[in-house]
Nanobody, 123 residues
Framework: DVQLVESGGGSVQAGGSLRLSCSAS????????MGWFRQIPGESREAVAAMDSDGSRLVAKSVKGRFTIFIDHVMGTLDLQMNSLEPEDTGTYYC??????????????????WGQGTQVTVS
C-alpha cells in the first residue's frame, strides 16, 4: 500500500493563495498518476487536478488558470499551488494515487489510494 499525507491547508481570504503538499510513502509519482480532489460536506468528491508519471497534467475547468499541480523535487512531494482562491474552493482536499500505471484521469475510479484530507477554507 501507499501512504499519502497531505499538509498545507488552512484559512485564507478570497483572492489569497495556499499551497498543499502530498507526501507519499515511496516516490510514487515517478511511476503512477497522482492527483488532488476536494469535497464539500454533503456533496460528492470533485477532481481538481492530476499529474501522470510522464509529467502530463489534467486540470479541472473550475480551477484552470488558478491552480497548478507539480512535483516539488526538493521535498519529494506532489504539490497543489492554489491562487486567486474563491469561497467556492472551500472544502477538504485529498491527495490520491493510482495503483495502475498508464491510467490517469480526473475521476475517482482512476485512483486507489487516498490521504486523510486537509481542510481549506476561503472566506
Amino acid at each position: 500500500d501507499v501512504q499519502l499525507v497531505e499538509s498545507g491547508g488552512g484559512s485564507v481570504q478570497a483572492g489569497g493563495s495556499l499551497r498543499l503538499s502530498c507526501s507519499a510513502s515511496r516516490f510514487y509519482y515517478t511511476s503512477n498518476c497522482m492527483g488532488w480532489f476536494r469535497q464539500i460536506p454533503g456533496e460528492s468528491r470533485e477532481a481538481v487536478a492530476a499529474m501522470d508519471s510522464d509529467g502530463s497534467r489534467l486540470v479541472a475547468k473550475s480551477v484552470k488558470g488558478r491552480f497548478t499541480i507539480f512535483i516539488d523535487h526538493v521535498m519529494g512531494t506532489l504539490d497543489l499551488q492554489m491562487n486567486s482562491l474563491e469561497p467556492e474552493d472551500t472544502g477538504t482536499y485529498y491527495c490520491a494515487a493510482s495503483e495502475r500505471s498508464g491510467i490517469c484521469a480526473l475521476a475517482e475510479w482512476a485512483f486507489t489510494y487516498w490521504g486523510q484530507g486537509t481542510q481549506v477554507t476561503v472566506s
